[in-house]
Nanobody, 120 residues
């Protein structure tokens, strides 16, 4: 059973916006999802996984280098969902986007990723 599920990826034109969602999979994981810190990452094949933003169980957010501004992370514990709002997208934003969850900002659980392609 995959603990996390990402959704919302797809094809978007340069300058466009996209919202990604991360949710717990299964009733057991969903029941504890609100207790986890959650991070959004992206990865291009052959390159290291890059942190976009992370948010604690208490909704304290931190952003990766040069990420704050175009990317906004938020969580809705009632809906058990962590979202990543992406604006002014560029072709270089094309990547597979992952969410990870864990305690103390250690992300032990991952989804399978959702593909984001920015192209005309």
């Amino acid at each position: 059973q995959v603990p996390l599920v990402e959704s919302g990826g797809g094809l978007v034109q340069p300058g466009g916006s996209l919202t990604l969602s991360c949710e717990g999979s299964g009733s057991n994981f969903r029941s504890v999802f609100s207790a986890f810190d959650v991070g959004w990452f992206r990865q291009v094949p052959g390159e290291r996984r890059e942190l976009i933003a992370q948010i604690t169980r208490d909704s304290a957010a931190k952003y990766g280098e040069n990420m704050k501004g175009r990317f906004t992370i938020s969580r809705n514990n009632l809906e058990k969902r962590v979202s990543l709002q992406m604006n002014s997208l560029k072709p270089e934003d094309t990547a597979t986007y992952f969410c990870g969850a864990g305690v103390n900002e250690k992300f032990d659980y991952w989804g399978q990723g959702t593909q984001v392609t920015v192209s005309s």
